[in-house]
Every structure is written in structure tokens, then in C-alpha cells.
């Protein structure tokens, strides 16, 4: 159980557009999601946790009018970089779950967003 | 100073052996304690989670938690070739869910 799907693996795309990133609790409904970006070699980094039919919460430092969250749905959450940047470039991890069911917090695959 | 602190390594280590990891931390909340193991640009996958101090086993897989000192650990028997990755310790409190994770620790195990 608790399987956390997230697509695209990987996307490049060019300075200045956006792109958006699905993640999906396939098996259970989630009514909170936590996005987390990691750059190479460093550790996890919280950047908002999503929360569904209402405004994410984002961490100190994280520009919520660029990285736009959405969980319109128990089981969808969605995280959209806008207007990207080189600097966006990384890896960007969802998560979800809980303690209830026993499986704890269940990491989606990740995506690797590069721009250029 | 860090919520958690984890030794980043490199760590190798040759097969068969018996691996320690370790991770402290300073918040007196944290009651769920949890190890991932993270491949190369793939996400972090859980390996073990454990509620308040004890030990827990399984498979070739150890974690303790020694909540008196603030210190986990991770210990593996028997390294494989395929036990090599990053390894994460992450911390969260009773009530909340935001999870505190450590640098990770990069493990080699050489056949």
C-alpha cells in the first residue's frame, strides 16, 4: 500500500515558460501532500505542504506566486513552476501518506527539471 | 545548529560487512524516526520507521532509537553491492507532519 505516483520523471524545459508536476496517491486518499526539492548532493528540502481543498503553506523562502500549488483532489496535488529559471533547476519530490495506515510517508520518484 | 545532523561520508565498505549509520538531532519532540534509502536520481524509499526509542529488525535491516541521547541508528548485515545509495534519516514530532531529514549518508559497497 501507500504508493505515491509523480510524473514526469524528467522534463526540460526553456527559461521562461512553466511546468507542472503531477503527483498521485494511487491507493489512498491523501489530504495532505508535501513537495520537497533536493539539489545534487544535499538533502531534502521542504517547500510547501499542500493541503487539499485549500491554499498550500509554503516555507520560509519559497516564492509561493512561483511555485503554484494545487490539490484540487484527494488524490492529486500538483506543483507548477512558473516563468522557470535555470536557478529552478533540480530535483523535486512529493510525498504523501501518514502514520494512521501504518506505512509512514511514501516518497513519489521524483522529477528532474532542468532549464535552459 | 541543525535540526538534524547527519554524517554525509562517503562511507565504503566491503561486502558482507556490517554497516553503522547514525543520525542525532536536538528537537525533544520528535517521536517518529525514519530511515530512506535514496538511488541515484530516484526518490527516497522507506525503509524503516520506528515510533519513540527501541529497536526494530528487519530483515538484514536494524534501527535503533535512543531518544535519552537523541541518536538513531541504522545497521545493516550482510552489506550487498545493491545496498549502495544515499541514506536519509528523517524526524517529524507526534502532531506535526513536516519531516526533518538529514544530509544522508553516501554508502559504496564494494563486491
Known amino acids: 500500500g501507500a504508493v505515491v505516483s509523480q510524473h514526469p520523471s524528467w522534463v526540460i524545459c526553456k527559461s521562461g515558460t512553466s511546468v507542472k508536476i503531477e503527483c498521485r496517491s494511487l491507493?489512498?486518499?491523501?489530504?495532505?501532500m508535501f513537495w520537497y526539492r533536493q539539489f545534487p548532493k544535499q538533502s531534502l528540502m521542504l517547500m510547501a505542504t499542500?493541503?487539499?481543498?485549500?491554499?498550500?503553506?509554503?516555507e520560509q523562502g519559497v516564492e509561493k506566486d512561483k511555485f503554484l500549488i494545487n490539490h484540487a483532489s484527494l488524490t492529486l496535488s500538483t506543483l507548477t513552476v512558473t516563468s522557470a529559471h535555470p536557478e529552478d533547476s533540480s530535483f523535486y519530490i512529493c510525498?504523501?501518506?501518514?502514520?494512521?495506515?501504518?506505512?509512514?510517508?511514501?516518497f513519489g520518484s521524483g522529477t528532474r527539471l532542468t532549464v535552459v | 545548529q541543525k535540526e538534524v545532523e547527519q554524517d554525509p561520508g562517503p562511507l565504503s565498505v566491503p561486502e558482507g560487512a556490517i554497516v553503522s549509520l547514525n543520525c542525532t538531532y536536538s528537537n525533544s519532540a520528535f517521536q517518529y524516526f525514519m530511515w530512506y534509502r535514496q538511488y541515484s536520481r530516484k526518490g527516497p524509499e522507506l525503509l524503516m520507521y520506528t515510533y519513540s526509542s527501541g529497536n526494530k529488525e528487519d530483515g538484514r535491516f536494524t534501527a535503533q532509537v535512543d531518544k535519552s541521547s537523541k541518536y538513531i541508528s541504522l545497521f545493516i548485515r550482510d552489506s550487498q553491492p545493491s545496498d549502495s545509495a544515499t541514506y536519509l534519516c528523517a524526524m517529524s514530532s507526534r502532531t506535526g507532519n513536516q519531516f526533518y531529514f538529514g544530509t544522508g549518508t553516501s554508502l559504496t559497497v564494494i563486491p
Open positions: 510525498s504523501a501518506g501518514g502514520w494512521a495506515g501504518g506505512h509512514g510517508y511514501t
Open positions: 491507493d489512498f486518499q491523501a489530504t495532505t
Open positions: 499542500s493541503n487539499e481543498g485549500s491554499k498550500a503553506t509554503y
